[in-house]
């Protein structure tokens, strides 16, 4: 059997997840390499929404031969496009696009799935849904009115939660509503931590609360590239993902600037790569611009593949998390840094990252206190960078494909 597989002679499962690949998306990746693993019959139902573009590197490749893919085209028409325009440019209720722009995906994906059921001689058992998008949580009540299955609702993030929800007030009522129906109809909840079941969990009684499962985001061992970290005469630091919410790489500049009045030597042949698209605003000075030359770099984005050399031959990686308590939120970035085999810097609150650095044993500071922030740096640069494979593969393990895939396939049994 291979490494990455999870064997299994279970029934069929229909699997609605708008992002899988090629579309380049931390939900794309993690939702298609744990469904990758899987070793059963997938009916599997996805977007394809040409606006978000393509990795080449990026695959989806169901282990079953008796696996259906089924791409149903996201599509808006100009005349909605531009009044989303409007309305939105207004700052006027959102209610209209909830819970997000691919509610429109909904009716022509149940119609593709609905064709293929009526021609296929394999009918799926179960119902599994992968959020986000939540619209794919809204065709899952409506696959669960249609067809009775038994259906396991997935969330890689919180929904309807006040400190993340980018809508208006309006909106967040809403979203709450169909979150609500969601967690009473679904016959199982997937969450990614503890902490976010605790969190969403809360306002919901005993019995709907005892649905819930935890099924942490997983990485592929056999997707690194061979060779790993050689020293060069550079000290690199890299981040690699997105920013959005209050996770801003601005949250280095003041730990930097402590470190060049305290302890200016710990910086000389050090860079810290960024590799992302940073939203900064051109009509304000960017706050990186006084730090020196060469210490703090921009790059931009990279296919998966290269994202993952990148960070075996880093002297560290370094994980900026959103500032908002409790920190519920499992960043996927984290779980692959895992598998790089390098050291981890994390400026992260208490929370799901805190406690997978700590386990780790990573070095680690609450980005609320930059003083924490630049001693962590200090620590780590006063020392020679490690040989790989750095971090206990005791911990590491938990988290690999197989391992989660196998924990997957059980969740599953659970529903019959």
Request: glycine residues 6%.
């Amino acid at each position: 059997m291979e490494p990455n597989r999870a064997t299994s002679a279970g029934p069929p499962i229909l699997a609605v997840s708008f992002l899988l690949p090629p579309t380049p998306s931390a939900q794309s990746i993690q939702i298609g390499r744990l469904l990758s693993a899987l070793d059963r019959p997938l009916v599997v139902l996805k977007g394809e929404d040409a606006a978000m573009g393509q990795d080449p590197t990026l695959a989806f490749t169901p282990l079953h031969p008796k696996t259906t893919v089924l791409n149903v085209p996201y599509a808006i028409s100009g005349t909605r496009r531009r009044f989303c325009f409007h309305w939105q440019r207004l700052g006027l209720p959102f209610i209209w696009n909830n819970p997000d722009r691919f509610r429109v995906w909904i009716k022509p994906a149940l119609s593709a799935l609905n064709a293929h059921l009526k021609n296929c001689g394999l009918m799926p058992q179960i119902i599994v849904t992968f959020g986000q998008p939540w619209s794919d949580h809204l065709a899952g009540l409506e696959l669960k009115r249609r067809l009775g299955l038994p259906w396991a609702a997935h969330f890689s993030d919180p929904w309807a939660d006040d400190d993340l929800f980018p809508g208006d007030r309006l909106s967040l009522r809403w979203n709450k509503a169909r979150q609500r129906r969601v967690m009473e109809e679904a016959d199982l909840l997937i969450f990614v931590s503890p902490e976010t079941v605790e969190r969403v969990m809360a306002p919901f009684p005993a019995r709907v609360r005892t649905k819930a499962r935890v099924l942490p985001h997983s990485y592929d061992p056999a997707q690194y590239p061979a060779g790993g970290f050689k020293p060069g005469l550079v000290r690199v630091i890299r981040y690699l993902g997105d920013f959005y919410h209050s996770r801003d790489p601005r949250q280095l500049v003041e730990p930097l600037e402590i470190l060049l009045k305290t302890s200016p030597q710990l910086l000389k042949n050090v860079c810290f790569e960024i590799f992302s698209d940073y939203p900064h605003d051109p009509r304000f000075r960017a706050p990186f611009e006084d730090l020196p030359p060469g210490l703090l770099s921009f790059k931009g984005k990279v296919p998966y593949r290269e994202s993952l050399r990148l960070m075996c031959q880093a002297d560290a990686l370094l994980l900026v998390n959103m500032t908002f308590r409790p920190a519920v939120w499992l960043p996927s970035k984290l779980i692959e840094y895992l598998g790089a085999g390098r050291p981890i810097l994390g400026i992260t609150p208490p929370g799901a990252a805190d406690r997978v650095l700590r386990d780790i044993k990573a070095w680690v500071a609450d980005p609320q206190d930059p003083q924490a922030v630049a001693r962590m740096l200090a620590d780590f640069l006063a020392q020679p960078s490690p040989p790989s494979p750095w971090g206990d593969e005791k911990v590491k393990e938990i988290y690999q494909v197989s391992r989660q895939a196998r924990a997957f396939d059980g969740l599953l049994a659970e529903l019959l």
